[in-house]
């Protein structure tokens, strides 16, 4: 590692981004003590905000560029402990799923949210270096194949919530190599014929559980949904949002959904649900817009990218964050199933927020390098 870490001048270092960064996740420490006040997550995520600060500088000290290059051992690693976390004894099993490593003294980890990095590396390093002219339908396999793996042992864990995320990943590296029309438009049409009979089979097979398909059924139609069942989750998240008003119930805990423990996994999928109540309408359009400049930055830190590679790493990256925003704040507000994706920097875990500062590492390493041929 030592090799490829190389000094560079501080001036070209993005403090904005990783202000922000750091901003959204102390926001987020602060609604993780006013959901659990009387638990240890918000110090934890205090501890992971220090670690991912380190690991932060480190990646943006290293020259992005050769870590591209040795892209395919990374993506190896990634892929062996997908698998290493299935191995009984070994991966750990919460919540119906064997997602997690225990690791002595840190903790547990989960090597899904890490993965997502060697998997943009790995198409960075495929894609980075075509030339011009449209996409090619072997290329085009290729980088559906380089998904493929790691989603297919997600969802052996099974984890549908976090293999969805991979997807944005692969279409904003297929939009930028300049895909063919008609295989979108083919991959699209598969999608709407395939999906209702996987749907279908998934049902008849068993393989779809009856939580996961009643959780679709609630947002196809909430009326009828039973709010002490499968409905729960949705109808006791838009209560606490509803409950916020336009600046929050100011610290009175008493009425609060999640102290009363109403509100199921106040600290990680709806800790947008405790954002609303607890700073109101205006709480959340100010988190938005963090998330908005920080999305605008990231996107401007790709246009000076001195590489295509670089280019697909910040914009995988970005479009990745971005859909992770959007499937947990549409979830929160009932308009998209409860699946189980947190919110970036805001929801408890030291994975996700560690995962993220290296992502971030590496889009401030693409442009402190931006004027190097």
Known sequence: MAAI???????DF?????????????????????????????????????IALVALLVIAMTDYRR????????YGIGLFLLVLVLVPGIGMRINGQQAWIKVPIVGQFQPSEFVKIPVVLMLAK????????????????IGGAILAAPIGLIMLEPDAGQAMTYFPILAVVLFLSAVKMRYVVLTIVAGLVFMPLAYWAGVQTGKIKGYQQERINVILDPENADPRGFGYHTIQSMITVGKGGLTGIKGDTETSQSVLKFLPEPHTDFIFAVTAENTGF????????????????LISGAREAPDRAGMIVIMAFAGELAFQIFINVGMTLGFL???????????????AVLATFIAIGFVISVKMR???N
Do not use: H
């Open 5 to 11: 870490i190389e000094k560079r001048n501080f001036r």
């Open 14 to 50: 993005d403090w904005l981004v990783a202000l922000l960064a750091v901003a959204i996740v102390c926001f987020g420490v602060w609604q993780i003590y006013n959901a659990l006040p009387n638990t240890t997550y918000w110090q934890k995520q205090i501890i992971g905000l220090g």
């Open 67 to 74: 870590v591209v290059d040795a892209a395919p051992f990374f």
């Open 126 to 141: 495929y894609f980075g270096s075509r030339r011009s002219g449209t996409l090619k339908l072997k290329e085009f396999l």
């Open 282 to 297: 205006l709480g959340c359009i100010s988190l938005l817009l963090a998330y908005a400049l920080l999305l605008s930055r």
């Open 337 to 351: 199933p409860v699946i189980g994706v947190p919110l970036p920097l805001m929801s408890a875990g030291l994975s």
């Open 370 to 372: 931006r004027f190097v």
